[in-house]
């Protein structure tokens, strides 16, 4: 049954990372990129972290799309004209590292069919995606990096509103 529930879940996951890509409109992209998000979250819950779990659905498809959806609505983004149909230099960049990016997607698959998975038990993924674990690696080894990144963000936050006041 989870690995059905795994398997319907990714699909969606995947729509709707397709769905963000082919969307012309700025909102329904905004919206397929929600529906991924909820379904990386079944995902997680699946994998036995409830913790992320919560935290993808009330941080990323709650809290941060609301914002993209908010911003995407004050700007007042129209869908953007047919891209021409040449391959431009760009283009084909972007083609060939997608297929890179694909191809090097398929390697767990490949050890999965052929079965050199990881070490990794169902008792040690489900302390590992524990509350605890998490509390105890971000504020025990991991408290300074932490902290550094919460500053960060704050400059990052008072230098957008700085910006942003002086167009005002």
Same mark, same amino acid.
């Given at each position: 049954?989870?690995?059905?529930?795994?398997?319907?879940?990714?699909?969606?996951?995947?729509?709707?990372?397709?769905?963000?890509?082919?969307?012309?409109?700025?909102?329904?992209?905004?919206?397929?990129?929600?529906?991924?998000?909820?379904?990386?979250?079944?995902?997680?819950?699946?994998?036995?972290?409830?913790?992320? =779990?919560?935290?993808?659905?009330?941080?990323?498809?709650?809290?941060?799309?609301?914002?993209?959806?908010?911003?995407?609505?004050?700007?007042?983004?129209?869908?953007?004209?047919?891209?021409?149909?040449?391959?431009?230099?760009?283009?084909? =960049?972007?083609?060939?590292?997608?297929?890179?990016?694909?191809?090097?997607?398929?390697?767990?698959?490949?050890?999965?069919?052929?079965?050199?998975?990881?070490?990794?038990?169902?008792?040690?993924?489900?302390?590992?995606?524990? #509350?605890? =674990?998490?509390?105890?690696?971000? =504020?025990?080894?991991?408290?300074?990096?932490?902290?550094? #990144?919460?500053?960060?963000?704050?400059?990052?936050?008072?230098?957008?509103?700085?910006?942003?006041?002086?167009?005002?």
């Amino acid at each position: 049954m989870t690995l059905a529930l795994f398997v319907v879940f990714a699909v969606l996951a995947v729509a709707g990372a397709v769905g963000v890509i082919l969307c012309k409109s700025p909102i329904h992209s905004a919206m397929s990129l929600v529906g991924t998000m909820v379904a990386l979250g079944v995902i997680y819950l699946l994998h036995h972290a409830e913790f992320i =779990f919560v935290v993808q659905l009330m941080v990323y498809a709650g809290a941060v799309m609301m914002l993209v959806v908010f911003v995407i609505m004050l700007l007042d983004l129209r869908a953007e004209g047919e891209a021409e149909g040449r391959l431009t230099g760009p283009k084909a =960049f972007g083609l060939l590292l997608g297929g890179l990016l694909g191809a090097l997607l398929l390697v767990p698959l490949a050890a999965r069919l052929t079965g050199l998975t990881g070490d990794m038990t169902t008792d040690a993924l489900v302390r590992v995606g524990s #509350v605890e =674990f998490l509390a105890g690696k971000l =504020f025990g080894e991991y408290l300074l990096p932490f902290e550094i #990144v919460s500053l960060l963000l704050l400059a990052g936050l008072v230098g957008a509103v700085t910006i942003a006041k002086k167009r005002l």
